[in-house]
């Protein structure tokens, strides 16, 4: 079969589906490679060429003065002036080429001899070594001062993973990080299961209301309710004596705004199963209690692993509620506020920045990748099942 034959089976329709997802799959992932490429370079290649060329070396044109009179030495009728323009660094790249003028930095070739006027001749091989002729002596001339062409290879280094992890703090946010999303993740699953069942497939009065109130909290902006729930949390923590800024109030917090889409989303989904299944575990005398625990957890995954996705996605690249309920003191502050902070002392050390970025989505890359295959289950049963 060829592949217009092909093409033709598959339809307009699905072959424009499997076009839109492949553009956004690599719209997602060049951003991502080139923070990764970016990490692992050295900084000096960092700012003067692309994280695409990282693979074939950089070239840069950098200012290099020649020695003085004071190394000249006598040529026959004329003299001479020998050195390095990498001076006694020894080689930093290969030069390719190189001017005396700002405005034409790579007039001459590397390796061919340059008349530079009024008797004077440059040549610069390609390892750096130079021979500067000139008919009369140099005593009275000023160090000439040239441009040179340096092509350097690839230079890869941890080194500024090093860095971040260990001299920026990044470490311990990490770990506060971790420490507010897993609970923060757990927590709002749990009870949205339970509440997802109980609208589900319990009769009581208000069910339909409560649905409803469900769906109109999923459209409630966090910023509306931030302050007010701030408030309540800090009376009630003067009330008791809790002191504020603690894990358990962002745990709390997070849980109040998760909890809307994770109900309606575990709902929509648990509401979809065969109901010969409920009514057969009934007849047989199982409690509600049982039949959540062993027929509706095991066969709802996808939609739990589905809204896990989100609900960690959301919490691990939260600011503004971390910073709300648990401060922005140095022992307590998240990933992502250890990362604007970053951005604000470090802004030119782009080796710092992406070796950062990529600490901080090297997490939900991990989550996404280990829990994609429920994501689209989940969210198309839940979408078009309903009770």
Known sequence: MSIAQSLSRIGPARLFVHFAVLLIVIIWLVPTLGIF?????????ITVSGWWTAFVGSSQTTAVRLAGADKQQQDGAGYVIAG???G???SLGKVQAFGVKIQDPAAFKAGAPADLGDGETLLINDDGSYKYSK???FADARPRRIYVSVASPPQFTLQNFKTVVTGEGIGQ?????????????????????????ALAWM????????????????VVPLQMSLIPLLRLYNEIGTFFGVPSKTYPGIWLAHTAFGMPLAIYLLR?????LPREIIESARVDGASDFDIFVKIILPLSFPALASFAIFQFLWVWNDLLIAMVFLGTNKDQLVLTGSLNALLGSRGGNWEI??????????????????????LVRGLLAGSVKGG
Do not use: C, H, W
């Open 135 to 137: 008919n009369a002596s």
């Open 203 to 218: 009769e009581f009065p208000g069910r339909a209301l409560m649905i409803a109130l469900v769906v109109g909290l999923i």
């Open 88 to 90: 006694d660094g020894g």
């Open 268 to 272: 929509n989904y648990i509401a979809g």
């Open 37 to 45: 490429v970016t990490a692992l370079r050295d900084k000096d290649q």
């Open 353 to 374: 920045l992406t070796a950062s970025a990529f600490v901080t989505i090297l997490v939900p890359l991990m989550v996404f990748f280990g829990l994609q295959r429920y």
């Open 84 to 86: 390095s323009v990498f």
């Open 173 to 197: 946010s990490f770990i506060n990080s971790l420490t507010v999303t897993i609970p923060a993740t757990i927590i709002p699953i749990l009870i949205a299961a339970f509440a997802a069942y």
